[in-house]
Every structure is written in C-alpha cells, then in structure tokens.
C-alpha cells in the first residue's frame, strides 16, 4: 500500500491485516508505562490541515510520536496557506524537507488524490470534503469487531447527514467489504440524490447492494446490530435542510426511548464531535451502550497500524518485531 486515500475498493485482506495490526499494537501497548516503539524511528510525518479537527489530527500526533516517527502539525491558518500558498506548494515545501508522510485534511473533495499525484510521499486522506475519511471508517471498523466480532452479515444503520459525510461514504465501503448490511436513515433533504446508484458499480460486481434507505428511524432500530450516528455538518450547508434543531432531535435523535428499541447486544457509534441533545441525547452518549470513547482510543492504534503499514509495511510482521 503507498497511499491510504479512499475505502473504495481496499481489499478485504488489506482491511483485516490492518486492523489485525491496529489489535495488535493495542495488546502490546496495554499496561505499559512507555508507550514507545521504534518502529519508526527516523521518519517523518507531517499533519496538514486545512480544517479544524481534535481527534483525528491529534491522534495522527500521537500514533506516530508512540512509533518514534517525528511529527510536524501545520494547520492552514497559521502557515503560509495563509498568505495564499496553494496546496501543491505547500506540500512540495514539505516533502522538501523531508517528509515522508504527509497526513492530510482539506475541504476539498479529491484534495488528497490530487496531492498523491504531486508529492514522492505516502498521502493519507485524513478527510476530503464530502468525500472520505478513511481512517475514521478503520476505527469505526475495529471497535465493532471488539464489541460484536466478525461483521458479515451483521446490520449497521447509519443516521443522520448521509448527504454530507464523508464518514458515511467511508463506512458504506468498508463496511460492505468487511460483510456488513447497511441502513440509511436520514430526512430526504440529507441524503445524496444519487444514493441509489452509488451501489451501481458495486452490483455489477458483486451482484448485491446491500443498502437500503429509508426516513423512519423507529423502524429501522429493532434488527440493528449498530447505529452510526452522524454530525450534521452545518458548515458545509448553504440553506436550510430541516425546520429546526429539535425537529431533527424529534425525527432524527437518538433518545433514552429509542435505545430502548435497539436489541441489547446493538453498539452505539459517534464520530464526535456530537452535538448532544441534538443528535444524540446526553444519557445515551454516555451509556455502556455507547462505545463514543472506545472509537477515540481505537483511533490512534488504528491510525499507528495504517503509519506502519505505509512506512514500515510488511503484512508479515507485528510492529517491535523488527528491531
Ligand atoms: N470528525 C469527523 C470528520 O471530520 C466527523 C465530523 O466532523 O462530523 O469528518
């Protein structure tokens, strides 16, 4: 692998060998005082990002700083994007100096292939527009695996601003590689116009589209073994696409009651950040059902497996191995 830029089309061995990793480094890590590998020690990693983020740009930060990799942070606002560098400058700029990895976060859609195209170092997409974000839908991945085991064939219902998720996009992907049925629920004004093609490439190899859509989240509840729930991403609206926050709370929140209609075993996913009360109410945010905090722990081992495999790979091996 020499770039991790999209979920399409990653193969299901790709996918398990990552996430077998990012397992892998989680047990060696547990219970240690010092948590360091040397794994990639040498090497650098920069973080460019032209939106804002917590999670994912810190946790880029300390999976590579855990493997010993130096790693540089460039936010947009505070750099020479600023003063009207373009991307390819910028990152040209960067690799000169010798990055080997540059992880990147733009507003754009296709920001990340396009700069695959430009620099000789590996790219992760660490979020492009509407596009992807493929490291989310990993951790996302791996959480599941730990709380249900093996996905095939199992249901996970994805709510909210499909329209505007890259996080969605990433998961329908891999989630299908991995087996997984997937449910759309959303208000008709939050979903793609052309979500019922999206599967057209798809069906055509696989035969299946295992995706359905639908406006009633009470009904999609009961046989799902996960539900995702999504930002709604008013930053990337222009107009109105629901009446109001509580209409959407009313329609589209996952409340006390409606976990109610979850089967017992069924895992509650956010991306963060949420917007409680909203999207999600306080309490179920914070039940044992919810495994918000478990996706932002499994995101850096997730994010160290996918810095090793582009810079240190061999699908052969466990990281600490090697030294
Ligand atoms: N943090 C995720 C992303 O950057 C989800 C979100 O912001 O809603 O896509």
Known sequence: MRHLLTTAGLPRKTVTALLDTAEALKQSLLGREVRKLPTLRGRTVVTLFYESSTRTRASFEIAGKWMSADVVNISAGG???????????????LTAMGADCVVLRHPASGAAHRLAGWVPAHVINAGDGTHQHPTQALLDAATLR????????????????????????????LLITLGARIRLVAPPTLLPRDVAH???????????????????????????????????????????????????????????????????????????????????????????????????????HVRMAVLYHLLAGRDDQTPGEEV
């Open 79 to 93: 750099s020479a994007v600023a003063k009207g560098e373009s991307l390819r400058d910028t990152a040209l700029t």
């Open 146 to 173: 730990e709380r249900l085991g093996d996905l095939n064939g199992r249901t996970v219902t994805i709510i909210g601003d499909v329209l505007h998720s890259r996080v969605a996009r990433s998961n329908i992907e």
């Open 198 to 300: 999206w599967g057209n490439a798809l069906a055509s190899t696989s035969g299946d589209w295992p995706v359905t859509v639908s406006h009633d989240l009470d009904a999609a509840l009961p046989g799902s073994d996960a539900v995702m729930m999504l930002r709604v991403q008013t930053e990337r609206m222009h107009g109105e696409f629901f009446p109001s926050a509580r209409e959407y709370a009313i329609s589209y929140g996952l409340t006390e009651a409606r976990l109610g209609l979850l089967p017992e075993h069924a895992v509650v996913l956010h991306p963060g950040p949420m917007l409680r009360g909203m999207e999600i109410a306080y309490s179920v945010a914070d039940s044992p059902r919810a495994a918000i905090t478990e996706q932002v722990r499994n995101g850096v």
